[in-house]
Every structure is written in C-alpha cells, then in structure tokens.
C-alpha cells in the first residue's frame, strides 16, 4: 500500500496536459472566445456562422446535406435554422417531391452578410499570430485526424 508521504508516480497518459483531446477541447474554446465580438456585431452566434458558412459555398443544399457538412445532427441543426429563419437570414422549404427533404436557402439579408463576414478571417489570422501556412498545415492535420477517426469502426 502507498505511502501517503512517498511521491506518486504519474503515468503521462493520464496527464491532462497530455490528452489530446484537452487540448483540442480547450483550443476550441480559445477560438470560439476569439470568435464571439466579432460574431455579435454582425448578429451571429458561432454555430450560426458554421451554418452560413456552408450556406455561402452552398446555397439550396438539404437539412440532411447541411448536417452531413457541418457534423451536426438534425435534433441540433433544426432548432438552429429555425433561430435564423425568425431572424430573417434563410428559408427552409419542404422539397414538393418528396416532403422528406427540407431545402434551405439564404434570404437577402443573409447573402448580404457574407460581405461583413469576409473580414473575420483576416481578424482571426491576426489574433493567432501565426503565418498563413502554418494554419493550413494545422487544417489539414486536424482535417486528416478527423477523418481517421470518423473512419475507424467503419
């Protein structure tokens, strides 16, 4: 049995600054935190602006195809675009052939706020203080993790 008095020894696997996913966690909440000014002044919340996101690279894509993008499931997805629609920055409709499938399309308003939203990136870039490169790299690292684990169990 340990001696309370004797050092303990530490597996690094079990090390909070060691996982992985802490770190991927609490960098998330970094970005998020960097994120939310310059989201509240064009009215946004992040998962809003993942959702416009998808919508100005691909306007009239389904529920479930903005799903699929976005990794979000329709319980979270539908409450979210229900909150845009009231505010006035998409449509949702129901697809005449097969009711099924919902369409979302962005309204006015919400095309034009592309045009604000392209001086977030540049916000941001800034705020990492990294160069250019270096966060494509990390995208892509981060892209490629993504994948592999989405694929195991497959």
């Known amino acids: 049995m340990p001696n309370s008095s004797s050092p303990v020894?530490?597996?690094?696997?079990l090390q909070l600054?060691?996982?992985?996913?802490f770190a991927l966690y609490s960098t998330s909440l970094a970005m998020t935190k960097r994120y939310k000014p310059l989201l509240d002044a064009l009215g946004l919340t992040y998962p809003q602006y993942l959702v416009m996101l998808a919508l100005w690279e691909?306007?009239?894509c389904t529920v479930?195809?903005?799903?699929?993008?976005?990794?979000?499931?329709s319980g979270t997805l539908t409450p979210l675009l229900k909150r845009m629609q009231s505010a006035g920055l998409l449509q949702?409709?129901?697809d005449s052939a097969d009711e099924r499938r919902v369409h979302v399309t962005l309204t006015d308003t919400g095309r034009a706020l592309r045009a604000q939203a392209e001086l977030i990136p540049a916000q941001l870039l800034q705020q990492t203080q990294c160069d250019v490169a270096d966060l494509q790299a990390l995208t892509q690292s981060l892209q490629a993790?993504?994948?592999?684990?989405?694929k195991v169990g497959d």
Do not use: K, V, W
Not at 64 to 73: K, N, P, W
Not at 145 to 150: F, G, I, K, N, P
């Open 145 to 150: 993790l993504r994948a592999r684990l989405l």
């Open 9 to 13: 020894q530490h597996n690094i696997g």
């Open 64 to 73: 479930s195809e903005l799903g699929e993008r976005l990794f979000l499931d």
């Open 17 to 21: 600054d060691a996982q992985l996913c």
């Open 58 to 60: 691909r306007d009239g």
């Open 92 to 94: 949702r409709e129901r």
